[in-house]
């Protein structure tokens, strides 16, 4: 069923949302002080061609410089990316069809919102990995 509601996003939305990351991630990772926020946008890049199946996770030892990443990042973009992903998710969830896709924008919430500390894992057979801490 992942399968086919992944494949079902990516014609609907998936594409267009990774390759808007992955320009955003190269025009910050041009700009030498960018290269943090590029791999943040490249990663929600990979998250946004694939987002069934897997879920978004805090990393063990986030540290301080992720702490200061995120404010950096929540002050210049997380907000309005966050609004978007949130607007989004819920015109798709006004359909029947697009509830599934509106569900996978939420999931995306706080990764576009907060990257810095996350990690995007792929589920097991039993739902998540053992050590893994959930974002909700």
């Given at each position: 069923m992942g399968v086919i509601l992944n494949l079902i996003w990516l014609i609907v939305a998936g594409i267009e949302l990774a390759i808007a990351y992955v320009l955003a991630g190269v025009l910050l990772?041009?700009?030498?002080?960018?290269?943090p926020f590029g791999l943040q946008a490249f990663k929600l890049a990979g998250f946004a061609l694939w987002p069934f199946g897997r879920a978004v996770v805090r990393s063990k030892t986030p540290g301080a410089i992720a702490a200061v990443?995120?404010?950096?990042?929540?002050?210049?973009?997380?907000?309005?990316l966050a609004l978007a992903?949130?607007?989004?998710?819920?015109v798709l969830c006004l359909t029947i069809i697009g509830i599934p896709m509106g569900i996978a924008n939420f999931k995306m919430t706080s990764l576009a919102f907060a990257p810095f500390g996350r990690e995007v894992v792929a589920r097991g057979a039993n739902g998540l990995p053992d050590d893994a801490v959930t974002v909700r």
């Open positions: 990772t041009i700009t030498i002080v960018g290269i990443g995120n404010i950096l990042w929540v002050v210049l973009a997380g907000w309005w992903h949130i607007v989004t998710g819920v």
